[in-house]
Nanobody, 122 residues
Framework: DVQLQASGGGLVQTGGSLRLSCAAS????????IAWFRQAPGKEREGVSC????????HYPDSVKGRFTISSDNAKSTVYLQMNSLKPEDTAVYYC???????????????WGKGTQVTVSS
């Protein structure tokens, strides 16, 4: 079975840092783009990072650019999201997802994990 569950969330103060992890299994990890999406109460699901399987290129929206970094360890089938300079608006459930290519459209991603809660206090 496909497994793609995020971990490492928690409660931090504004300006703090967290590193999320996602250990993947049950699919061809090296052939998929891996992305992080988040969803906050009352807001639409938002992509915050993606790494391409073909060339390793990374992508970030303006909301997190310069603060978040995605990386992939193919030997461990694990993806990380380093989050620095966290803001209250970063509070959300963060999901590790996989698809055929990087896209900010959540419906374009094939596999979804269960997510991990990130809370940033003001």
């Amino acid at each position: 079975d496909v497994q793609l569950q995020a971990s490492g969330g928690g409660l931090v103060q504004t300006g703090g840092s967290l590193r999320l992890s996602c250990a993947a299994s049950g699919f061809a990890f090296d052939d998929y783009a891996i992305a992080w999406f988040r969803q906050a109460p009352g807001k639409e699901r938002e992509g915050v990072s993606c790494i391409s399987s073909s060339d390793g290129r990374t992508h970030y929206p303006d909301s997190v650019k310069g603060r978040f970094t995605i990386s992939s360890d193919n030997a461990k089938s694990t993806v990380y999201l380093q989050m620095n300079s966290l803001k209250p608006e970063d509070t959300a459930v963060y999901y590790c997802v996989a698809g055929s290519f990087c896209t900010w459209y959540s419906y374009g991603m094939e596999y979804w994990g269960k997510g991990t809660q990130v809370t940033v206090s003001s």
